[in-house]
């Protein structure tokens, strides 16, 4: 942390994102990526020891999650991934293709050579880990392919969109057989 000089007195400066923000971007990334199974039930206490931190940000965290419609609260103080309905998936599917595709529209107006070097660099991560067999790391490389074209369209509002809706679906993308929901 480094400090500023106003005067006689001095300023810590610091980073702009907070530790709860942090620990909720990192939980998104986790549901995203189907990093999360579906009917995995997680504590905030948990969380807390595996993020190495306090249970207080986790909680803040989870709470906008819940509201996301990402986690359902137990009456346990623990949460569960929602386990989706087929009909739920199929409605989220047909909303994707239309949401998706005119983010890749957007991005493919807009994106620049040097730029398309990131999702040529993700799909043979994903053909090579898809090869080993190494599937978490697979979907992983999944999701960035996707949300570096997605981000390449610079919409935020449609980015947001589609944020909340691999908020719900990613972890129920774990159970797919991978050549189903790559590129």
């Known amino acids: 942390m480094a400090k500023k000089e106003t005067g006689a007195f001095q300023f810590a400066s610091f980073d702009r994102e907070t530790l709860q923000e942090r620990i909720y971007r990192e939980l998104r990334r986790a549901l995203m990526s189907g990093a999360v199974r579906p009917g995995q039930v997680v504590s905030s206490r948990t969380l807390a020891e595996m993020l190495g931190t306090s249970p207080m940000p986790v909680r803040d965290a989870i709470r906008r999650l819940v509201t996301e419609h990402a986690l359902i609260a137990l009456p346990n ?107």
């Open 77 to 183: 103080r623990t949460m569960i991934v929602p386990d989706l309905t087929e009909k739920l998936i199929d409605e989220i599917y047909k909303i994707r293709i239309v949401l998706e595709g005119l983010a890749t529209e957007e991005a493919a107006a807009r994106i620049s050579k040097a730029e398309l070097k990131e999702p040529a660099a993700l799909e043979d991560k994903m053909v090579e880990r898809l090869s080993a067999g190494k599937i978490a790391d697979y979907l992983e490389a999944n999701w960035q392919f996707h949300f570096s074209i997605y981000n390449a369209a610079g919409l935020p509002q449609l980015l947001s969109l589609i944020e909340g809706l691999w908020l719900q679906i990613g972890p129920s993308i774990s159970r797919q057989r991978p050549e189903s929901h790559s590129h």
